[in-house]
């Protein structure tokens, strides 16, 4: 994981794509190395629709009793027996795990820790999910510095005309001062924000906090229930988590100095798709010179499509 350092300091500043069937020196690139063969590009419709940005006397109020958005993600938790356990042991498990990681990481790669506490030059920025079940280091083997990472609810990029977030505040670290030269977003299956998304009306606002987030991919929700509405409510979820990692690649091109990076070859955009339950990751990169971006008609494509299982 990224730590911000005293020498990085924060500057201010469609038809369906996917086939529903379904860390001494950094050395990261050998995950999307500039030398990787470039696949035939994809096409795919992407409409962009525009998400409503909240008014100054707007409130967001949360409701009284646990909305029914976050009765959804709830819906995906594990049922276990119950087991009394105390925090204290709890967080003495944790004590040993961290002094397991001092001995057995820390101690032994020591120099490399000690360039670490002098500054930060991660090559990729990963946008991830918050679940639990998807913690990309663990997933990808990133080793401290490698990735700067930020995590919310669905793995979402607002627009910018959004506003700001502490996803966009991170973006504008990542790649103004950091200057990264990856942004990676990865999805999931079986997503809690997803569904809840899935489960909103088209035109009911809601006062839950999880709705107000989510529904920063409503577009990825209308355009998966127009490709996919023939589908099961789960299969139109799994469309739906990955039609939003796309849409959020879009977003990521709505600010100045991502799109400016962009356009002249400085800054690579990935989407990316952990399905947890038969272990298998799916990447891709966006073909930006291939793509058209410019109105409500806009079209995605993307190549270097892997598939790993």
Known sequence: MAVFSPNNTLVPASSSLFDLSDSSQLRTQSIFGSKAKSGASERAQLRLWAVPKRGPGLKLQAAKEPPELTKQIKEDKLEVPTVTESSTDLFDELKQRFLSFKKNKYMENWERYENLAKGQAPKFMVIACADSRVCPSSILGFQPGEA??????????????NGPTETNAALEFAVNS????????????????????????????????????????????????????????????????????????????????????????????????????????????????????????????????????
């Open 178 to 309: 950091l200057k990264v030269g990856n942004i990676l977003v990865i999805g999931h299956s079986r997503c809690g924000g997803i569904r809840a998304l899935m489960s909103m009306h088209d035109d009911v606002e809601t006062s839950s906090l999880i709705g107000s987030w989510v529904s920063n991919g409503m577009h990825a929700r209308m355009r998966t229930k127009t490709a996919a509405s023939h589908l099961s409510f789960d299969r139109q979820c799994k469309h739906c988590e990955k039609e939003s990692v796309n849409c959020s690649l879009v977003n990521l091109l709505t600010y100045p100095w991502v799109e400016e990076k962009v356009r002249n070859g400085e800054l690579s955009l990935h989407g990316g798709y952990y399905d947890f339950v038969d272990c298998s990751f799916e990447k891709w990169t966006m073909d930006y010179k291939g793509s058209e971006l410019k109105d409500q008609n806009d079209q995605l494509s993307v190549k270097d499509r892997s598939y790993w299982c």
């Open 148 to 161: 700067f990472v930020v995590r919310n609810v669905a793995n979402m990029v607002p627009p910018y005309e």
